[in-house]
Nanobody, 113 residues
């Protein structure tokens, strides 16, 4: 059984940083595309960052230069380093596996102005 468990969310002031982590079990993150999505209140879920099986990274225009996605094969996890956070980054952040479309439960990120 596959589980994706996010951690690292919280409340931070604008300009601050957070590091999200997605711990996977029942699958291996290095063998598939892994993504971070987010959903703000009243808005649709949107793709924030992706790391492909080949290790290629892609980012939404709104986070380019501020967010960085990486994976740790030893911990079987995917991380999202978020710097220079803005109030518009406030959302629930979800980890997603491209293999069989698994989702984590989400972690709340709140950026205060």
């Amino acid at each position: 059984q596959v589980h994706l468990v996010e951690s690292g969310g919280g409340l931070v002031q604008a300009g601050g940083s957070l590091r999200l982590s997605c711990a996977a079990s029942g699958m291996f993150v290095v063998f598939t595309d892994m993504d971070w999505y987010r959903q703000a209140p009243g808005k649709e879920r949107e793709l924030v960052a992706q790391i492909t099986r080949a290790g290629i990274t892609n980012y939404a225009d709104s986070v380019k230069g501020r967010f960085s996605i990486s994976r740790d094969s030893a911990k079987n996890s995917v991380n999202l380093q978020m710097n220079s956070l803005k109030p518009d980054d406030t959302a629930v952040y979800y980890c997603h596996s491209g293999w069989r479309d698994y989702w984590g439960q989400g972690t709340q990120v709140t950026v205060s102005s």
